[in-house]
């Protein structure tokens, strides 16, 4: 069946400093989304990739989604207090509708 | 247009009892998604419907939880004889009648706690 790995797990930043997290599927994808979730919120979409190598940029984040489909990356420039939260990306597989979220990283920044 | 509705948002059954969690999707939506989340930990798909069909319930554990879309009204999951490991948040999401390569728009969940 389909894996999914997302490190790091926790990440712990000065406010200002940069922050990413990667995901890694063990097939093949037909798109990966990347969601938001604050302590104690709900999960909030922030993003969807579709074409090998697609870069998409929303103001300080940059997601990638690499040449064979099979990891994605979320990029955040220079960190903000609002950015805390956990980052999850949800992979759909190629021919079905298994969903799979990797476990999150949670980003906390120091002010 | 209103958003992903839930309730209860909290509800707390003893050991044995019903929980009924219910999801009102956003208008319009017809895909429905319920999801697990123990504390600290990810989101857990557990099965997948559109309306009165289960498209997906390979999430979902054998025993004691079924889920349904009617042709009117909310979707329900519904958790028979809970036990200690059922605490959860269980948090639905809706999609557009174009399909489920979508974004997902969450409810606030509901916060399961069994005594």
């Known amino acids: 069946g389909q894996q999914v790995m997302q490190i790091p797990q926790y990440q712990h930043v000065q406010e200002g400093e940069d922050f990413t997290t990667y995901c890694n599927s063990s097939?093949?994808?037909?798109?990966i989304q990347w969601y938001k979730q604050r302590p104690g919120g709900h999960p909030v979409f922030l993003i969807q990739?579709?074409?090998?190598?697609e870069v998409k940029k929303q103001k300080r984040l940059t997601f990638q989604f690499g040449e064979a489909k099979k990891n994605s990356s979320l990029h955040i420039t220079a960190t903000q207090t609002t950015d805390v939260g956990t980052y999850f990306c949800?992979?759909?597989?190629?021919?079905?509708?298994?969903?799979?979220f990797g476990k999150g990283t949670l980003l906390t920044v120091n002010p | 247009n209103a958003g992903v509705m839930q309730n209860p948002r909290h509800l707390v059954r003893r050991r044995g009892q019903e929980a009924r969690l219910r999801c009102s999707p956003m208008?319009?939506?017809?895909?429905v998604y319920w999801y697990r989340q123990l504390p600290e930990e990810g989101l857990k798909f557990m099965v997948y419907?559109?309306?009165?069909?289960?498209?997906?319930e390979s999430g979902m554990p054998k025993e004691r939880f079924s889920a349904e879309f009617p042709k009117e009204g909310p979707s329900i999951l519904r958790i028979q004889q809970v036990v200690r490991g059922d605490s959860a948040a269980y948090f639905c999401?809706?999609?557009?009648?174009?399909?489920?390569?979508?974004?997902?728009?969450f409810g606030p969940g509901t916060r399961l706690t069994v005594t």
């Open positions: 208008k319009g939506h017809s895909h």
């Open positions: 999401a809706s999609s557009p009648p174009t399909g489920p390569s979508y974004e997902q728009y």
């Open positions: 949800l992979l759909r597989g190629g021919s079905n509708y298994k969903l799979t």
């Open positions: 419907l559109q309306k009165e069909n289960i498209i997906d």
């Open positions: 097939t093949t994808l037909s798109n």
């Open positions: 990739l579709v074409k090998s190598g």
